[in-house]
């Protein structure tokens, strides 16, 4: 069964640059979520969004965007990164509209280092 | 105070015993509840989800609800090495339809061969 698909999966970049991730949800999701993991934490939510919309909002910083496209992928934008930035951020996926669904199914993530 | 506690372990069993890993929660407008697995340096792996009180089984796991003690267990029974992971237990916070959901900090478990 098809996953959800995440791009890159290792990116390192410098202090003070700019990383975008990308998230291809589970075909016919139309919801997804974006999640940031430090070394031995739990996933902490950042955001989140459904039919293209911004629906939920975490502790995601003003540096950080993203947004949802037509075709149901999505986009976070990193800009002036820190040391802290370091973690892996995961995306997840669920079908709101067809199923009212709450379950989200999670990418494989993708590792940000920060240098 | 996390809204979902969950102990860390770890926790090491030998093969074929039957585990036992728990949450609680503070938030009794919390209605759907999950259990995911994470190997190391890997997304969560979906479980078990159920929505109600009760008890849930698939395979060799059943998922267990209590809302009025707003506990959650799940079991696995005739564990494996295969098994070893961290278990996170999360839930659905209430607010709009895409609303995040919340984990607790994992159960690292270990099965010894």
């Known amino acids: 069964a098809a996953g959800v698909i995440q791009s890159p999966r290792h990116l390192i970049k410098e202090k003070r640059e700019t990383a975008t991730l990308k998230c291809y949800p589970i075909?016919?999701?139309?919801?997804v979520y974006w999640y940031q993991q430090g070394p031995g934490q739990d996933p902490q939510f950042l955001i989140s969004?459904?039919?293209?919309?911004?629906?939920d909002k975490g502790s995601i910083p003003d540096r950080f965007s993203a947004q949802q496209f037509s075709d149901y992928h999505s986009e976070l934008n990193m800009s002036s990164l820190e040391l802290g930035d370091s973690a892996l951020y995961f995306c997840?996926?669920?079908?709101?509209?067809?199923?009212?669904?709450?379950?989200?199914?999670f990418g494989p993530g993708t590792r940000l280092t920060v240098t | 105070q996390k809204e979902v506690e969950q102990d860390p372990g770890p926790l090491s069993v030998p093969e074929g015993a039957i585990v036992s890993l728990n949450c609680t929660y503070s938030?009794?407008?919390?209605?759907?509840f999950m259990w995911y697995r994470q190997y190391s340096r890997k997304g969560p792996e979906l479980l078990m989800y159920?929505?109600?009180?009760g008890n849930k089984e698939d395979g060799r796991f059943t998922a267990q609800v209590d809302k009025s003690s707003k506990y959650i267990s799940l079991f696995i029974r005739d564990s494996q090495p295969s098994d070893s992971a961290t278990y996170l237990c999360?839930?659905?916070?209430?607010?709009?339809?895409?609303?995040?959901?919340?984990f607790g900090s994992g159960t690292r478990l270990s099965i010894r061969p």
């Open positions: 969004f459904y039919e293209k919309m911004q629906s």
């Open positions: 159920t929505y109600s009180s």
């Open positions: 997840a996926s669920t079908a709101l509209r067809d199923r009212a669904s709450y379950e989200q199914y």
């Open positions: 938030n009794s407008a919390f209605q759907y």
């Open positions: 075909p016919r999701h139309d919801t």
């Open positions: 999360a839930m659905r916070a209430p607010g709009s339809s895409a609303s995040k959901i919340i």
